[in-house]
């Protein structure tokens, strides 16, 4: 028996977006492994085993990924919007530097619906200029690092896009973000809140910095703070085209 694994991204929460590349790797999956909200997503069937864990558990679920792979069972390890973005997929190739026993097992990356599109296209165009994405966390990388690359982002004029804003672990760092973004003299500019997007709890809100509270976000929150062309036609948000 030849096994696999499929590193599959389920997009924001609605199932209509979930691409069909990822639903024909679940239909023939033998095993479904990742964060346990997510492994919920998937129907439960006859013969499937489903394997929720931890969310911290990111590196030691790779690697049980990788074994049951290797073992021949046909593994689809799921991610929430795409699985290369702050994801798995990242966390599968690390295993895999650090197990080269596993250099034989058949990997696929299937990309989903990434967070800041589905909450892009429920605004507008926010981000059809140049733009970036910056994770919140600092699980894995030093504040400093974090708010080094926002002020050269705010400098460099690009839109922004913020994953992980805000957490019951770090209640105080996106009021900082805010604020370092208001000393970087982004006050004026548009920030959109994307909370829960294309799930039933959805809520979109788009103010200027400067009237932005940290409360607005929380872990199920995108945010996207406009360049300092992002403007409003009627009730859209959009990013012109051009720059000078
Ligand atoms: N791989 C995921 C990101 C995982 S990091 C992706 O590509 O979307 C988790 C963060 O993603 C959350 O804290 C939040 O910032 C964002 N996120 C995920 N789903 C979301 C949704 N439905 N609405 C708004 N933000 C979401």
């Known amino acids: 028996m030849t096994g ?17 590349e990822v639903s024909a790797a679940l239909a023939e999956a033998s095993d479904v492994l990742g964060y346990a909200s997510y492994v919920a997503r998937v129907p439960a069937r006859q013969g499937l085993r489903l394997h929720p864990s931890d969310n911290r558990m990111e590196l030691s679920r790779a ?6 792979a290797a073992e021949g ?9 795409d699985p ?4 798995m997929a990242s966390a599968v190739f690390e295993a895999l530097e650090a197990s080269p026993d596993y250099s034989d097992v058949a990997i696929r990356v299937l990309p989903g ?7 892009a296209a429920r605004a507008g165009a926010p981000l059809g200029h140049d733009f970036c994405a910056i994770n919140l966390s600092d699980n894995l990388k030093p504040w400093e690092l974090i708010e080094r690359r926002l002020r050269l982002a705010a400098e460099a004029d690009f839109s922004i896009a913020l994953y992980n804003p805000r957490s019951a672990s770090r ?22 809140f994307a909370h829960a997007v294309t799930t039933p709890k959805e809520r979109i809100e788009t103010l200027r ?20 062309a992002t403007r409003r036609v009627g009730r859209w948000v959009y990013a012109p085209r051009r720059a000078s």
């Open 4 to 20: 696999s694994l499929a590193i599959a991204g389920l997009g924001p929460g609605d199932a209509a977006l979930i691409t069909p």
């Open 63 to 68: 690697s049980e990924a990788l074994k049951l």
């Open 73 to 81: 069972r046909k593994v689809v390890l799921v991610s929430s919007g």
């Open 84 to 87: 290369g973005v702050f994801a």
């Open 113 to 119: 619906v990434t967070a800041m599109l589905a909450a």
């Open 171 to 192: 209640p105080d760092g996106f009021a900082r973000v805010l604020d370092l973004l208001r000393d970087a003299g982004c006050g004026e500019r548009l920030i959109i």
């Open 209 to 228: 910095l400067d009237d932005a509270r940290a409360e607005m976000a929380d872990m199920s929150s995108l945010v996207i703070i406009g360049n300092s």
